[in-house]
């Protein structure tokens, strides 16, 4: 989608902008469920972060969470009306918070570009960047397609590294922060999702790449990688009820992740308390991938039985994937 619609929601009523509810000053930090109470606010005043994904779960509650503590933010993603309403709602939780949505496709490094030059153009500066846009479902190799894989890696990987592209020169000028969103699968390995860990593997190793390169300008790289969040449109799409249940009981935490555990690790990372930590990987998953990353799967059942294993998880028809693969 062309990056050349935008929006800018804020919650006060300067003029060509849509006008929030907020009648006072300040609203308490409560209005979010995706920022902790031990965080002062306000620590992100003047702040504009930058975020692709950002209407997304995880990473719209890394935007709410950074909101509600000051900043102003751009959300990026395909999709222009679901931006708008993401952008308006977030824009509540602080008064006088401006946030824009601006369509882009992170696959297209001119578009990435253009969107970056439109947050420019509104709020003068970049200081925090966070990489969320990313594609997943649930496939065996042998039911994989050589364009399916391509797109997951293009969309996570190349989507990145377009992203950073487009927003460094501002960032140099900030000194600012670089958060990629990652994920733990390639740690190990798991049954039916090749795809998604070869993606991550390799933003994990572009971050440490761009935390030496980009250090001496003052700018750190860093990475979260979360583990299973229950909240998500994803895990909803991909698990039944029944291995939930299951997957809650191999995590050592005995619970799927929240939201608001990968917000505030955001938080923190953005924060004042994190500025000598570069180049490093925050697992934020319970302790989940130091056990069997199989999950609620049968292993080595699932992969002798794909098709029985996956019944009930994927969603048949995904562009560019073999008969009975999943949905991007």
Same mark, same amino acid.
């Given at each position: 989608?062309?990056?050349?619609?935008?929006?800018?929601?804020?919650?006060?009523?300067? =003029?060509?902008?849509?006008?929030?509810?907020?009648?006072?000053?300040?609203?308490?930090?409560?209005?979010?469920?995706?920022?902790?109470? +031990?965080?002062? *606010?306000?620590?992100?005043?003047?702040?504009?972060?930058?975020?692709?994904?950002?209407?997304?779960?995880?990473? !719209?509650? %890394?935007? *709410?969470?950074?909101?509600?503590?000051?900043?102003?933010? #751009? +959300?990026?993603?395909?999709?222009?009306?679901?931006?708008?309403?993401?952008?308006?709602?977030?824009?509540?939780?602080?008064?006088?918070?401006?946030?824009?949505?601006?369509?882009?496709?992170? !696959?297209?490094?001119?578009?990435?570009?253009?969107?970056?030059?439109?947050?420019?153009?509104?709020?003068?500066?970049?200081?925090?960047?966070?990489?969320?846009?990313?594609?997943?479902?649930?496939?065996?190799?042998?039911?994989?397609?050589?364009?399916?894989?391509?797109?997951?890696?293009?969309?996570?990987?190349?989507?990145?590294?377009?992203?950073?592209?487009?927003?460094?020169?501002?960032?140099?000028?900030?000194?600012?922060?670089?958060?990629?969103?990652?994920?733990?699968?390639?740690?190990?390995? #798991?049954?039916?999702?090749?795809?998604?860990?070869?993606?991550?593997?390799? +933003?994990?190793?572009?971050?440490?790449?761009?935390?030496?390169?980009?250090?001496? /300008?003052?700018?750190?790289?860093?990475?979260?990688?979360?583990?299973?969040?229950?909240?998500? *449109?994803?895990?909803?799409?991909?698990?039944?009820?029944?291995?939930?249940?299951?997957?809650?009981?191999?995590?050592?935490?005995? !619970?799927?992740?929240?939201? %608001?555990?990968? =917000?505030?690790?955001? #938080?923190?990372?953005?924060?004042?308390?994190?500025? /000598?930590?570069?180049?490093?990987?925050?697992?934020?998953?319970?302790?989940? /991938?130091?056990?069997?990353?199989?999950?609620?799967?049968?292993?080595?059942?699932?992969?002798?039985?794909? =098709?029985?294993?996956? *019944?009930?998880?994927?969603?048949?028809?995904?562009?560019?994937?073999?008969?009975?693969?999943?949905?991007?």
């Amino acid at each position: 989608m062309s990056s050349s619609a935008t929006r800018c929601i804020s919650s006060k009523t300067p =003029a060509n902008t849509t006008t929030g509810s907020s009648s006072s000053p300040l609203q308490s930090l409560e209005m979010t469920a995706n920022v902790s109470k +031990i965080y002062r *606010e306000r620590i992100f005043d003047g702040k504009v972060v930058f975020v692709t994904g950002g209407a997304g779960s995880i990473c !719209r509650g %890394q935007v *709410e969470a950074l909101v509600s503590l000051g900043a102003d933010a #751009v +959300i990026v993603g395909r999709r222009q009306n679901i931006l708008d309403k993401a952008a308006s709602e977030i824009a509540q939780l602080r008064y006088g918070a401006r946030v824009i949505g601006i369509a882009a496709d992170v !696959r297209d490094d001119q578009s990435l570009k253009a969107a970056v030059d439109r947050a420019i153009e509104q709020f003068g500066r970049l200081d925090l960047l966070i990489c969320g846009a990313a594609g997943n479902f649930l496939a065996p190799v042998d039911n994989l397609s050589a364009n399916a894989f391509k797109q997951v890696v293009a969309i996570d990987l190349l989507g990145t590294f377009n992203t950073v592209k487009a927003a460094i020169p501002h960032l140099k000028k900030t000194k600012g922060k670089i958060l990629f969103v990652s994920a733990t699968l390639h740690y190990t390995g #798991v049954p039916f999702q090749s795809h998604v860990a070869a993606a991550k593997a390799g +933003i994990d190793a572009l971050a440490k790449n761009l935390a030496v390169e980009y250090g001496p /300008w003052g700018i750190t790289t860093n990475v979260i990688a979360p583990g299973p969040i229950g909240e998500t *449109e994803g895990m909803s799409r991909l698990l039944p009820q029944e291995l939930k249940d299951k997957a809650d009981s191999a995590i050592p935490m005995q !619970r799927m992740g929240r939201i %608001q555990d990968i =917000a505030d690790a955001t #938080v923190f990372l953005f924060s004042d308390a994190a500025q /000598w930590i570069n180049g490093a990987i925050l697992v934020v998953d319970g302790g989940a /991938w130091l056990r069997d990353q199989s999950g609620p799967l049968p292993y080595p059942q699932a992969v002798l039985e794909p =098709a029985k294993a996956l *019944e009930g998880m994927t969603v048949a028809g995904a562009k560019g994937a073999k008969k009975g693969g999943a949905k991007l």
